[in-house]
């Protein structure tokens, strides 16, 4: 092992997620942000969940709008416009 190449190790890195939780690890970077952890990942949760990171879901939510709204204009109508959302879905966001 070559000596002063290496980084630092730290014992206890601190790990924070974007929902509130934080633990500590062993890593060579002291802290981290994280946006999903165990504790909010809809896979050990069970709830179904959107993380919009800058914006992203109302982006695509305006796109789909507007083209429902230039489909009326071309007489293109579909019986069904409204855009579907799962009503258990929970929108967390992140402004970076
Ligand atoms: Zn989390």
Redesign the pocket.
Known sequence: MKSEIHPTYQEKAIIT???G?SFNTGSTIESLAIE??S??HPFYTGKQKVIDIAGRVDKFKKRQEEAVALNEQLGKSKKKTAPKTSPKAEVIRISK
Request: net charge neutral; aromatic share 0%; with cysteine.
């Open positions: 997620c974007s929902c939780n999903v952890c504790a909010c």
